[in-house]
């Protein structure tokens, strides 16, 4: 009995000793193995590897992806125009090194972050400041941001070299500090106002000409109108008067009569109207006492 107990205790160890000899690399690491605290070996492939029981080695991962490093200060920067401004950015970067990046940066991604995030708006603060605000806001910003990324590969492949590869350097915000960005915006309003103002009294003082020239137009046109007007009516006045002219001189005894009864009957177009006259004396009703009637009355 003892001899089995012994056995599976024996198993148990020695099972327990192969575990701690055999390593996983991940295809998204780098495994680093350790020997009395020293780098011994940095395993790049993925697979099963094998190293010394603990203490004699120890393993460390550290991730071999394209990570990201976004700015987390909101310190503003002076461009070349003394304005102070706040820039959101962000770092594409990856250890390529493992070796060099534990012996320069740290044991993990997040030594290397901090000391890169150091390294890049530092980088940021001096090529702002060569720049005015107008030229970070436009095309430019392209070449700063490739200044940018130079200067960091630059200090991190330096004479301590980090192992570590910049591969991209953005910018995902510029603008005015909260103070200046307030006055900034109270100074478009005003300007936009200042522009809408002008535009509304230019367009008054266009809107004004166009009705006094359509009023003018529409003077000119009554008055030519009404002298066309005139002119014909006159022309047909004319020519009504020759033709009745024409027609009472043939007779002036009907003409006259005619004329009478038109009078007549002006002088009595609603039925209550009342004149009282001596027909035997009154000069309106004389047609009627003279021989005209008589002349009309036998036509």
Same mark, same amino acid.
């Given at each position: 009995?003892?001899?089995?107990?012994?056995?599976?205790?024996?198993?148990?160890?020695?099972?327990?000793?192969?575990?701690?000899?055999?390593?996983? +690399?991940?295809?998204?690491?780098?495994? +680093?193995?350790?020997?009395?605290?020293?780098?011994?070996?940095?395993?790049?492939?993925?697979?099963?590897?094998?190293?010394?029981?603990?203490?004699?080695?120890?393993?460390?991962?550290?991730? /071999?992806?394209?990570?990201?490093?976004?700015?987390?200060?909101? =310190?503003?920067?002076?461009? *070349?125009?003394?304005?102070?401004?706040?820039?959101?950015?962000?770092?594409?970067?990856?250890?390529?090194?493992?070796?060099?990046?534990?012996?320069?940066?740290?044991?993990?991604?997040?030594?290397? *972050?901090?000391?890169?995030? &150091?390294?890049?708006?530092?980088?940021?603060?001096?090529?702002?400041?060569?720049?005015?605000?107008?030229?970070?806001?436009?095309?430019?910003?392209?070449?700063?941001?490739?200044?940018?990324?130079?200067?960091?590969? =630059?200090?991190?492949?330096?004479?301590?070299?980090?192992?570590?590869?910049?591969?991209?350097?953005?910018?995902?915000? *510029?603008?005015?500090?909260?103070?200046?960005?307030?006055?900034?915006?109270? &100074?478009?309003?005003?300007?936009? /106002?200042?522009?809408?103002?002008?535009?509304?009294?230019?367009?008054?003082?266009?809107?004004?000409?166009?009705?006094?020239?359509?009023?003018?137009?529409?003077?000119?046109?009554?008055?030519?109108?009404?002298?066309?007007?005139?002119?014909?009516?006159?022309?047909?006045?004319?020519?009504?008067?020759?033709?009745?002219?024409?027609?009472?001189?043939?007779?002036?005894?009907?003409?006259?009569?005619? &004329?009478?009864?038109?009078?007549?009957?002006?002088?009595?177009?609603?039925?209550?109207?009342?004149? +009282?006259?001596?027909?035997?004396?009154?000069?309106?009703?004389?047609?009627?006492?003279?021989?005209?009637?008589?002349? *009309?009355? /036998?036509?």
């Amino acid at each position: 009995m003892n001899r089995v107990g012994f056995a599976i205790s024996s198993l148990l160890v020695l099972l327990a000793l192969a575990s701690s000899m055999l390593f996983v +690399v991940d295809q998204r690491q780098f495994g +680093v193995v350790y020997a009395l605290g020293q780098i011994k070996d940095v395993i790049t492939e993925p697979g099963l590897n094998i190293k010394l029981p603990p203490p004699f080695q120890n393993v460390t991962y550290i991730d /071999k992806r394209l990570l990201t490093l976004d700015s987390t200060d909101t =310190e503003p920067m002076l461009t *070349a125009e003394k304005q102070r401004v706040v820039i959101d950015w962000y770092v594409r970067w990856r250890i390529t090194d493992p070796t060099e990046y534990i012996r320069n940066v740290g044991l993990n991604e997040a030594a290397g *972050a901090s000391q890169l995030n &150091r390294v890049v708006r530092n980088a940021f603060q001096e090529e702002i400041n060569k720049r005015t605000v107008k030229e970070l806001l436009s095309l430019k910003r392209e070449a700063l941001t490739a200044d940018v990324k130079a200067e960091v590969l =630059e200090k991190v492949r330096g004479a301590k070299p980090w192992g570590v590869d910049v591969v991209d350097v953005r910018i995902t915000r *510029a603008d005015y500090v909260d103070a200046i960005t307030e006055s900034v915006y109270r &100074r478009m309003e005003a300007e936009r /106002k200042r522009v809408a103002n002008e535009l509304r009294s230019t367009g008054g003082a266009e809107g004004e000409k166009i009705r006094a020239d359509a009023d003018r137009q529409r003077e000119v046109t009554i008055a030519n109108a009404y002298r066309d007007a005139q002119k014909v009516k006159g022309e047909g006045d004319a020519e009504a008067a020759r033709i009745y002219a024409e027609a009472f001189g043939r007779d002036p005894s009907f003409a006259q009569f005619y &004329r009478s009864l038109e009078a007549y009957k002006a002088s009595f177009s609603k039925k209550s109207d009342v004149m +009282v006259l001596d027909p035997s004396s009154s000069e309106f009703f004389k047609v009627f006492r003279g021989a005209a009637a008589p002349a *009309a009355a /036998k036509k």
